[in-house]
C-alpha cells in the first residue's frame, strides 16, 4: 500500500476560471488556469478555498475531472442546495475570476498510464468525477487497459458526461459503459429501477478470474454496498480501492 | 503562489457553529461521515486479535475476550476529520492505551498503529499515553460498527481522526519515527488539528 509521495509542502495558488458549464440538474465543471500547476494523477483532488471581506475562510476538497494537460484544471462540482461553498462555485464566480487552489492531494485512489490490468470502475452519482479523470487520462495516453465503468445515477438527467461517454464507448471496444438507474430509468429500460445489487454487478462487471483492479466512488452507503458486492462475487478486498463521500464529509 | 489569502468576489460564507471548540478550517457536522480507502473489512471475533510489539520485538497479544476482559473506561470527546468535519461530544467506550502498556519496558518514542486490511498510521507514543487515547469498542452505547472501524478501532481525539485507526489489529512500538499510510501519501506526520496540519510541511 504505497503511493506517490508529495516532497515539501503545498501552498496556495491563484488560479482563474475560464469557464464554466452545466453537466447536469445540479453539476457543473469549472475549467481553470492554474500559473505553475504541478501536474496530477488520475482520481486526485485539490482544495479550494474562498475567502470573504473580512478574512474569513471556507475550503472543501473537489476532485480533479480532466487529464493532466499543463496549467488546465478541470473541477466537476456537484452542487448541494444548503452547501457553503459549491453554491458559489456552480452559481456566483465568473469567467476572470480568482479561485485559490491547493493540491493535488491523494496518492492511493490513483490510477496511472502505466497500468496494463484491467479497470472496473463503479461510480455512484458525483463519484463519476475521479473516475472520468481516469477514463480521459487512459484515453489520452492511448493505454489499452481495458476499462468498465459501472455508473449508478438516480435518473438519466442525473448522468453527468453523458455525451462523452456515449462516444467515447462508441469509439473505444475496450471501454464499457453501464448504468444503473436507482429511481428513474429511460423509456424502454428492461429493469425496473432500482439500486446497485448482485445481479447488477455480475452483468456489468470484469468477472474476478480477470483479476481488475477496481476503484468505487461515491456516497458512503453506496461504496459499502458496491465493494461488498464486489468481494460478494469473488473479486479480492487488496484489488478494490474506495473513494468515499461522506454525508457531509465530501464537499459542501 | 498567494501568501495572503484573495478575497472571493460576493463571497459572504457562513461563520461556523462551533465557537471555541471547533479548529480553523473545520465545520460541524451532526453525520457520522465514513472515510476510508479500501472495503471494510469483516473481522469474525474469534478471529480477532491484537499484538502490542516493543522495539525489542517482544509480544503481547489479546483475543477478545482477554481484550474485553481489561478495565475499560468512557470517553466523551470532540473528533476532527482532515476533509473538514468535527462532530462533538462523540462518546466512546474503551481501552486506555495507558491499560495495555502497562509493565511494558521501553524507551520508544513512536508508534505504529497497525490495522486488519492492511492500513497503517503513525502517532508519537507521548500521545497516546496519559489518558490521551484508548482502544475503542463501543459507540453512542452500541458496540462498534464495521463501517466505523469495529470490532475495535484507535481513538486519538486531539489528531485529526485519520490517526484513529480502524479495525485495529495491533500497535509497535518504534525508536525512530515512520510515515503510516495516509502519511506517506502527503499527509501530515503530526496531525494537530489546531495547528491544522493536514499535509505534509503544514
Known amino acids: 500500500m504505497a503511493g506517490t509521495a508529495i516532497h515539501g509542502g503545498l501552498v496556495w495558488r491563484t488560479g482563474t476560471l475560464i469557464e464554466r458549464h452545466r453537466e447536469s440538474a445540479t453539476a457543473h465543471t469549472l475549467a481553470l488556469d492554474v500559473p505553475g500547476w504541478p501536474g496530477h494523477e488520475a482520481g486526485q483532488h485539490v482544495d479550494v478555498r474562498l475567502t470573504a471581506p473580512d478574512g474569513y475562510s471556507a475550503a472543501r476538497s473537489y476532485s480533479i475531472a480532466n487529464a493532466a494537460a499543463g496549467n488546465r484544471l478541470e473541477l466537476t462540482i456537484e452542487e448541494l442546495a444548503d452547501g457553503e461553498v459549491s453554491p458559489y462555485l456552480a452559481e456566483m464566480v465568473a469567467p476572470g475570476d480568482p479561485l485559490e487552489i491547493r493540491g493535488p492531494i491523494g496518492g492511493w485512489f490513483v490510477w496511472h498510464p502505466s497500468q496494463t490490468e484491467p479497470v472496473q470502475l463503479v461510480a455512484g452519482g458525483s463519484g463519476i468525477v475521479p473516475l472520468m479523470a481516469m477514463i480521459r487520462t487512459r484515453a489520452k495516453a492511448g493505454n489499452p487497459a481495458p476499462f468498465r465503468l459501472l455508473y449508478s445515477v438516480r435518473s438519466p438527467q442525473s448522468i453527468i458526461y453523458a455525451d462523452e461517454l456515449r462516444e467515447r464507448a462508441e469509439h473505444d471496444a475496450d471501454l464499457g459503459v453501464t448504468y444503473a438507474y436507482t429511481r428513474i430509468a429511460p423509456d424502454g429500460w428492461p429493469a425496473p429501477p432500482r439500486r446497485v445489487d448482485a445481479q447488477i454487478v455480475g452483468a456489468a462487471a470484469f468477472a474476478p478470474e480477470r483479476k481488475p483492479l477496481c476503484y468505487v466512488c461515491g456516497p458512503t452507503p453506496f461504496v459499502e454496498t458496491a465493494s461488498n458486492l464486489l468481494i460478494a462475487a469473488g473479486h479480492d478486498a487488496q484489488q478494490i480501492k474506495t473513494e468515499r463521500f461522506g454525508p457531509s464529509g465530501g464537499g459542501s | ?202
Open chain 2, 1 to 202: 503562489m498567494s501568501e495572503e489569502k484573495i478575497v472571493s468576489r460576493g463571497f459572504t460564507g457562513r461563520r461556523p457553529q462551533g465557537g471555541t471548540k471547533l479548529p480553523p478550517g473545520q465545520y460541524l457536522t451532526h453525520d457520522f461521515p465514513v472515510l476510508s480507502a479500501t472495503p471494510t473489512p469483516s473481522i469474525p471475533l474469534d478471529r480477532w486479535e491484537f499484538t502490542l510489539t516493543t522495539e525489542t520485538g517482544e509480544v503481547r497479544r489479546w483475543n477478545w475476550t482477554a481484550f474485553r476482559a481489561l478495565p475499560s473506561v468512557t470517553i466523551t470527546t470532540d473528533i476532527h476529520c482532515v476533509t473538514r468535519w468535527s462532530k462533538f461530544d462523540t462518546a466512546w467506550e474503551g481501552i486506555a492505551i495507558d491499560t495495555l502498556l502497562d509493565g511494558v519496558q521501553s524507551t520508544a518514542k513512536y508508534v505504529m498503529a497497525h490495522s486488519y486490511g492492511g492500513y497503517t498510521t503513525n502517532v508519537p507514543l507521548a500521545d497516546l499515553r496519559g489518558g490521551k487515547a484508548w482502544v475503542a469498542f463501543r459507540y453512542g452505547g452500541e458496540e462498534l460498527e464495521p463501517e466505523h472501524g469495529g470490532p475495535a478501532r484507535l481513538l486519538v481525539p486531539h489528531l485529526y481522526f485519520w490517526k484513529s485507526a480502524k479495525w485495529l489489529n495491533g500497535l509497535t512500538l518504534m525508536t525512530q519515527d515512520e510515515p503510516g499510510f495516509w502519511e506517506q501519501l502527503g499527509y501530515n506526520m503530526y496531525g494537530d488539528p489546531w495547528r491544522e496540519q493536514r499535509y505534509t510541511g503544514d
